[in-house]
């Protein structure tokens, strides 16, 4: 980059405040030139941010931790519609009044009696409530 020049004009108003701008206002104007410098790129006080700076290695393990806690979620999520799905199945299975059975370690068949069954259903629609909003 190069020096440049500007025009600026100051003057003091009635209520002794100083203005500047690149444009003559009253009369009284002043113009005045005004060479800007620009620092060299050694002094700058920018400092540049490689991969192996602190900012950038904080960054980075941020962004990890936030694509991470968005998987949890979103595997969370998916195991909580995969219970409410088989609670909803379950309940259903229920509600159709046939006879329900419970299979035994011999594989036989143990039929539930209505009270177990409504103990059940009060069970799966808690759930349904806690699971599937």
């Not at 209520?15 to 500047?20: A, E, L, M, V, Y």
């Amino acid at each position: 980059m190069h020096n440049a020049n500007a025009e600026i004009y100051t003057w003091v108003d009635e209520n002794g405040k100083t203005h500047f701008s690149d444009r003559p206002f009253p009369e009284n104007a002043t113009k005045t030139t005004v060479k800007t410098i620009t620092p060299k790129s050694h002094n700058s006080v920018a400092v540049e941010n490689n991969k192996d700076s602190q900012w950038q290695k904080d960054y980075q393990l941020a962004q990890k931790k936030k694509a991470e806690k968005k998987e949890q979620e979103k595997l969370k999520k998916q195991e909580n519609e995969d219970t409410c799905k088989e609670l909803k199945r379950q309940l259903a299975m229920h509600n159709q009044n046939g006879r329900t059975y419970r299979l035994d370690d011999n594989g036989e068949r143990n039929y539930l009696t209505s009270e177990q069954i409504d103990k059940e259903k009060a069970q799966l629609s808690k759930a349904l409530k806690k699971h599937c909003r």
